[in-house]
Nanobody
Framework: QVQLVESGGRLVQTGGSLRLSCVAS????????MGWFRQAPGKEREFVAT???????YYGDFAKGRFTISRDNAKNTVYLQMNSLKPEDTAVYYC??????????????????WGQGTQVTVSS
């Protein structure tokens, strides 16, 4: 069993930046693909970004050019750097882990473990 704990969410102004972190328990973090998803009030959870075990990355269209996913296997941590934030980025952001380690993991059902989420609010 893997536990994921997100942090870094807070209130930020339009145009600002945030870096979210997700720490995973266990010794097999480096073999997992990791993903970030988000869910705004009244909307479905949507894909943000993913990074494979070999550090190949893939982004949702809205995230390209503004968000960067990265990982530090020594710290069992995956990051999401978010720049040029907009009010429509307001959501709960969730970290997820996929045991396959493969690239391009864009669907919720591909992931085996989920964190509890961290709230990001972007004020206009």
């Amino acid at each position: 069993q893997v536990q994921l704990v997100e942090s870094g969410g807070r209130l930020v102004q339009t145009g600002g930046s945030l870096r979210l972190s997700c720490v995973a328990s266990g010794r097999t973090f480096r073999s997992y693909a990791m993903g970030w998803f988000r869910q705004a009030p009244g909307k479905e959870r949507e894909f943000v970004a993913t990074i494979s075990s070999n550090s190949y990355t893939y982004y949702g269209d809205f995230a390209k050019g503004r968000f960067t996913i990265s990982r530090d296997n020594a710290k069992n941590t995956v990051y999401l750097q978010m720049n040029s934030l907009k009010p429509e980025d307001t959501a709960v952001y969730y970290c997820a882990a996929d045991r396959s380690g493969m690239m391009g993991r864009v669907r919720l059902g591909m992931y085996d473990y989920w964190g509890q989420g961290t709230q990001v609010t972007v004020s206009s």
